[in-house]
Structures are given as structure tokens and as C-alpha cells.
């Protein structure tokens, strides 16, 4: 017994000596975690009463721990209220199967979508392909087909490269209420393999006399089980056209649905600043508390990783904060969103319902499933607020910022609503797997207190070098740089073979970056296949990311950019540059892409850049162009220049060359079949010009091409 008291008294020591400056308590956040996940809080969904019983929880530990309140009149909840709803009953049977009578298991086979309907019902399916009926904008998969009283099979998202087309009739609750509008009684819906509880259909679209659920790849195969059509094939060809049917496979269909009053809450607590010059400049530091509930069946969604990790880190950082006696510069606020599961709901609310002016919130850092993995961090945001990005990673460790793995922000979690304001927005979460997301299993034993302080530790140390960096944070003209950022307006140049030397792509990197342009295209204008593959060289010594394979694609949708990393589309003119095999690793290693159009493609997006007054046409120039003789085999694909020779893809871009003409038309502008393509500072006094004509971030992103291919949708 001596013996292992001392053993563990020099472990404890050795850990002093290696981690001398640890203050977040990784242990005391894991009992965070423990508690947050207990039967006591059946799975905190947002206006159940175990999620309500779980927001006072976290209230009181925020007093504990000597937070001012900063929620409603004084308290530490903010209230809201939203659609709130609770399964009591959710079964699905196939009446006429592969077995015959075959039932579903709850959870593994099949979901119910979050805020569903509340029914009975036996019908046949009809396969109505991605739901859409918006024949104004060429596409109904309800054409020709009969839902009246029938189970709509409905896939989630929207034809390739059609994102945008399609933004409204691509979301989950605009296909729910056309199905029921359709005379649908129930809605199956796919994504992906596997059913994941959640999926919230919003308020605006709630059918109260709707079931609608979430099926998995086995009921799929169900369906088209002895059809002889291949669901694989099938959901590749209704990208093109349109294919819906009737499948003879009847389905019993209960779901009991109670509607709750939503009212729930957010948990606000805050540490004032010390600096008379900038307490009053605040950090927002948070998390969604919420998980899914309780499913039908009684089984409990705990929500170790997804979110009580996150919110138990937030705790953890609030607490020892505190616990410390840090006195930082800057106000920090600390908030534990509801909702989140349900859309966003809780961080939506409190960013526009600010306890303080907007434009005092000079960062936000949001930390979602940060309990599982290798002890890394994977962060989004950087490349939407580059400047306040140089700034935070200096407090990053150094071990960390060498492993830090970058995505790019999404509209998933909890930094979204501050994002969109063009508010700074930071989203950790720690790199690795993350494999019992929304299932029954995604319990307390799982989480590891040793990511929790890693990525504790690291973000102790960034919020609180960033609470007390020295000078002012606060910009008026953020937003105008975020939607700059955001929308990677891409560089267009023309060199000589005599300026491509190192330290000028260098130095055009390095400027990029600042300017948060991270996609540059390059057109070398030459002949000679030594300057080509000179070129290529010279771009292959700037590489600072792994390798990667280097793909020629046809479909718009596989192109996207990556931040803080060169970006060339190649177009070499060149008479003899037959073959890319020998330089297609040396590519691959800066992250180089060949994007590809068909022929057909490229003729009809010729004749719809703009759609306005034809000799508008005239000042428009391709600036990039490169013929694509395309085989079976993606690596002999070759760049052909002879005319003679019958090509089937090409690639294509656009600019304006009459600036003045351009800005005089916005009125008269589609911003979807457009492409801006100005310098950094001209760029942003234009997104100004485009604010004030009251345009809103979306229309802008889409103007600025939110990715390279934009403007061709």
C-alpha cells in the first residue's frame, strides 16, 4: 500500500513538472459530465422537464462559482419560447415484406423527426425523389404521380449543384409540408444510412396530423426489395430528371405526438472586465446544453459527446476562471444555449436578444462534442474572420496550433446566428471520432477526461489571451470584411513563365491570405512545356498541407476550397501538354483542382451568365479555358489544344471587364449567374454600396460566388 501511495504521489508530481500551468480541472468537468447525462435529466431536450430541471442545474452551479447574473431581470435564465414536443407512441410495421409482417426497431431501423405528427396510418409508398415542386424553376417530383393517402418517400437535399437553386425546397420542413400539401399521410424521409434522432422540422412547417419519419438503409432495401429498380442507381439519376412511382409495399404507420408549452431557457453568467477602457467589450463562451430527450419506448438519449461535453467544458472554464482570481481585461460571458437540437433555437434567440450592443461582442467561441478523440482540436471560422484568426492563434500552445485541423464553418452549431451578424464565431471541436452520435449509447463512460483537458487547457489560455490583449477589438466595418471572407472572392492574374519565381508566389500567397482570399487561378501564358512543369514545380515548393489526391472532377459540387491554403486551377496554353499523369502527385501536394464542365454545360451557361439586355454579353470575356479530351480513367484524361480534335469537356470561366457597366446593372442582376471578380479593397466598398441597397448575406455570397463555381449554377 506504501508503495502505490507513493507511486501516485510521483506521478502527481511528474505531471506538475510537465503541465506547470494547468488550470483547467479535467476531472471536475468529467463530474460535470456525469451529472449532466443522469437519469435526473432524461436526456435535457429543451422544454421537456428534464430539460428545464437540467438549465436550473447549471443556474446554481453558475451562482457556486460567483458569476454575475446576466440573463432576464436579473437572473441567470433568459427565457423563450418555442415548439416543444414529446413521443409517446411511435411504431412502424411492413405489412407485406421479403418475411411478410415485418416490425421496426425504434432507434436502429427508423426515428421520428423532431416536432413529427401524430397518427394512424396504412398505405403504399410513392417514391417522390427529393420532394421538390417548383416547376417555375424547372423541377416537380410530384408530376405525374398521386400522394392522396399514401406514404411520401422523400430524399433529403437537392439535385447536384443545385444547392442554391433549390435553398428553401432543399430543407427538411419545407418537403414535410409539401407532402402533406400534396394529400401525403405520412413521410418517410432518407439521409444517409443510418436514422438519427433529432432532426427538427420547424415551427413554420409543424403538421401536427403528419407522421413523419426518419428511415434507415434497411427499411429502404425493404421497399425496393423485388422491385428490380437499384436504390443506388436511382438516386443518382433523379439528379438529372425527375422519376417518381408507386412501390406495392404497404406500411402500418403510429406515431402520438404531445404538443408541451415550449417555454425553455437559456443559462447566462458572466465575469466583468477589469480595464475601465474595455470592460466593456465582451466574449461569449458557449455551448448547447441540450440533447434529444427520451424516445417513445422510454430509452434515454444521454448526450455525453453531443453536448454535455461541451457544456461541462464551458462549466469547467467559468469555474476555474473563477476559482483562479482572473481578473481579465474584457467582460466574458458565459452561456449554455437550449435548443440547439431543435434548430439553433437558444443561440438564435440570444443573438438577437443581446444583453449588450452588438458591436460590443467582439468574439465568440462555441465548443460542441468535445469528449471523444485524440487529444487534438479541429476549429471552423478561421477562414471567415482571418484577422481576429491572426490574432487568437497566438495564444494558442504551440503543440496544439502544429496539430490544429481547420474545416470550414457550416450553419450546424450554436456559432452560426453570431457568424451571420459578421460577430467573430470560433466552433472547437476535438479532433477524431466521434462514433455513438445521438444513439442510446453516447454515455458518460465514454467520454475522456483527457480530451476534455486538452482542449480545456487550450482554450483557457486563448480566451484569456484574447480577454486581455491590449487594444480595442471592436470594428465597425466587420461585417463587410466576414461576407468578403466568407465568400472567397477568387483572384484572377495572368503571368509571364519570367515572373513565376518563389519568392513572387510567396509573397501573392502570403497577400492572399491576409486579404482573405484563399482561391487564386493562374493562367501561364505559354508554350513551352518546360515553363509548365517549371510552374508547377514552383508552386509545388510553397505545399504545406499532406498529400492529397488530386482529382479532375465533372461535377461542380466535389470543388471546394480549403482555407489558409493555395488554391490554383491550372490552365496551361500549351500545344503539347498531352498528359498530366507525371504531374499529377506534384498537384495534389498544393491542393491543386481542375474543375470540369461538359460540353453541354458550358453552351448553355454561356448563354445565361447574366440574364439581361444582350449587349450587356459584350463585356463579358472567358479568362480561363482549357479543352478536356476525357477518358474512363481520370489520370489519362489530357488538356488537347488541336482543333480537330472532338473534345466532351471544358473548362470555363467568366469575368466582367467593364467595372462601371457592372455596378450600374445590380438592379437588373441575377445573382446566381453571376461571378464578381474585384480587388480586396473595391470589393468590399461594393458589398457596402450592396448593403446599403438593403441586400442581405445571402444574396451577396451568391453575387460573390460563396464557392469558385458559383456564378455557373
Not at 478 to 500: E, G, H, K, M
Not at 516 to 534: A, H, P, Q, Y
Not at 551 to 574: E, G, H, M, R, W
Not at 610 to 635: H, R
Request: overall charge neutral; hydrophobic content about 40%.
Amino acid at each position: 500500500m506504501r508503495k502505490f501511495v507513493y507511486f501516485i504521489l510521483l506521478l502527481i508530481f511528474s505531471l506538475n513538472l510537465v503541465y506547470p500551468q494547468l488550470k483547467f480541472d479535467s476531472i471536475s468537468a468529467w463530474n460535470f459530465n456525469k451529472i449532466l447525462t443522469s437519469e435526473k435529466f432524461q436526456g435535457r431536450k429543451s422544454g421537456t422537464p428534464g430539460g428545464e430541471r437540467a438549465s436550473e442545474w447549471i443556474a446554481e452551479k453558475f451562482k457556486e462559482f460567483g458569476l454575475k447574473p446576466f440573463g432576464d431581470n436579473g437572473t441567470y435564465f433568459q427565457n423563450f419560447k418555442i415548439l416543444a414536443t414529446q413521443d409517446k407512441v411511435t411504431k412502424l410495421t411492413l405489412l407485406n415484406g421479403r418475411k411478410g409482417k415485418t416490425r421496426y426497431s425504434l432507434g436502429d431501423d427508423f426515428t421520428i423527426l423532431t416536432n413529427s405528427g401524430s397518427g394512424k396510418v396504412k398505405a403504399k409508398v410513392v417514391f417522390v425523389g427529393y420532394g421538390i415542386s417548383a416547376p417555375e424553376k424547372g423541377r416537380d417530383d410530384y408530376e405525374n404521380v398521386d400522394v392522396k393517402g399514401k406514404i411520401a418517400l422523400i430524399l433529403a437535399g437537392t439535385p447536384s449543384d443545385e444547392e442554391e437553386k433549390f435553398e428553401v425546397e432543399g430543407s427538411r420542413g419545407y418537403k414535410i409540408r409539401k407532402a402533406f400539401e400534396k394529400g401525403a399521410s405520412a413521410v418517410f424521409y432518407v439521409q444517409g444510412d443510418r436514422p438519427i434522432r433529432g432532426g427538427a422540422i420547424p415551427e413554420e412547417y409543424y403538421t401536427p396530423e403528419l407522421p413523419a419519419l426518419w428511415v434507415g438503409r434497411k427499411i429502404v432495401d425493404d421497399i425496393f426489395y423485388n422491385t428490380g429498380i437499384s436504390f443506388d442507381a436511382l438516386r443518382s439519376e433523379i439528379n438529372f430528371k425527375t422519376k417518381s412511382f408507386e412501390i406495392d409495399k404497404i406500411f402500418e404507420i403510429e406515431t402520438k405526438v404531445e404538443k408541451l408549452d415550449g417555454w425553455t431557457r437559456n443559462v447566462i453568467g458572466l465575469i466583468p472586465g477589469s480595464d475601465e477602457n474595455l470592460k466593456d467589450e465582451y466574449i461569449v463562451v458557449g455551448a448547447h446544453m441540450d440533447h434529444t430527450g427520451v424516445d417513445a419506448e422510454g430509452f434515454m438519449y444521454p448526450g455525453a459527446d453531443d453536448n454535455a461535453s461541451g457544456t461541462c467544458l464551458v462549466m469547467e472554464l467559468a469555474r476555474s476562471m473563477m476559482a483562479n482570481n482572473e481578473k481579465p481585461k474584457r467582460s466574458i460571458i458565459f452561456a449554455l444555449f437550449a435548443a440547439e437540437e431543435q434548430g439553433l433555437l437558444g443561440s438564435k434567440f440570444f443573438a438577437s436578444h443581446l444583453p449588450v450592443p452588438e458591436e460590443n461582442i467582439v468574439a465568440m467561441f462555441n465548443f460542441d462534442m468535445v469528449g471523444r478523440g485524440n487529444g487534438n482540436i479541429n476549429i471552423a471560422g478561421t477562414e471567415n474572420f482571418p484577422k481576429m484568426w491572426e490574432i487568437i492563434k497566438e495564444f494558442f500552445p504551440e503543440n496544439k496550433l502544429k496539430n490544429l485541423g481547420k474545416f470550414r464553418a457550416g450553419a450546424n452549431s450554436d456559432h452560426y446566428p453570431f457568424q451571420e451578424r459578421g460577430i467573430p464565431a470560433f466552433f472547437f471541436i476535438s479532433a477524431g471520432q466521434h462514433p455513438e452520435y445521438h444513439r442510446t449509447d453516447d454515455t458518460n463512460d465514454k467520454i475522456q477526461p483527457f480530451v476534455l483537458g486538452e482542449v480545456g487547457n487550450t482554450a483557457y489560455d486563448v480566451i484569456l489571451g484574447l480577454a486581455n490583449y491590449p487594444q480595442s477589438l471592436k470594428k465597425k466595418d466587420r461585417y463587410v470584411d466576414y461576407i468578403y471572407s466568407n465568400a472567397q472572392t477568387a483572384l484572377y492574374i495572368q503571368l509571364s513563365p519570367d515572373s513565376l519565381t518563389k519568392d513572387w508566389l510567396y509573397n501573392l500567397w502570403r497577400t492572399c491570405k491576409s486579404d482573405g482570399i484563399e482561391t487564386v487561378i493562374l493562367e501561364l501564358n505559354s508554350k513551352n512545356i518546360n515553363d509548365i512543369f517549371r510552374a508547377i514545380y514552383l508552386v509545388d515548393s510553397l505545399a504545406t498541407r499532406d498529400y492529397r489526391f488530386f482529382n479532375i472532377v465533372s461535377n461542380k459540387s466535389d470543388f471546394i476550397t480549403s482555407p489558409d491554403v493555395l488554391n490554383i486551377i491550372f490552365s496551361a496554353k500549351a500545344e503539347t501538354f498531352s498528359n498530366l499523369t507525371q504531374s499529377l502527385p506534384i498537384l495534389s501536394k498544393s491542393g491543386l483542382k481542375l474543375i470540369v464542365f461538359d460540353e453541354q454545360t458550358k453552351i448553355e451557361n454561356v448563354n445565361s451568365v447574366v440574364d439581361i439586355v444582350n449587349d450587356f454579353y459584350l463585356d463579358i470575356t472567358p479568362v480561363l479555358k482549357g479543352n478536356i479530351k476525357q477518358s474512363f480513367n481520370f489520370k489519362k484524361t489530357s488538356i488537347v489544344f488541336d482543333p480537330d480534335t472532338v473534345v466532351d469537356k471544358e473548362m470555363f470561366f467568366y469575368t466582367f471587364t467593364n467595372r462601371e457597366k457592372f455596378i450600374s446593372m445590380l438592379d437588373f442582376i441575377k445573382p446566381e449567374k453571376v461571378f464578381v471578380n474585384l480587388p480586396p479593397q473595391e470589393s468590399k466598398v461594393l458589398i457596402s454600396n450592396l448593403r446599403d441597397k438593403g441586400w442581405d448575406i445571402k444574396k451577396i455570397q451568391k453575387i460573390f460566388g460563396r464557392n469558385l463555381y458559383g456564378f455557373l449554377k
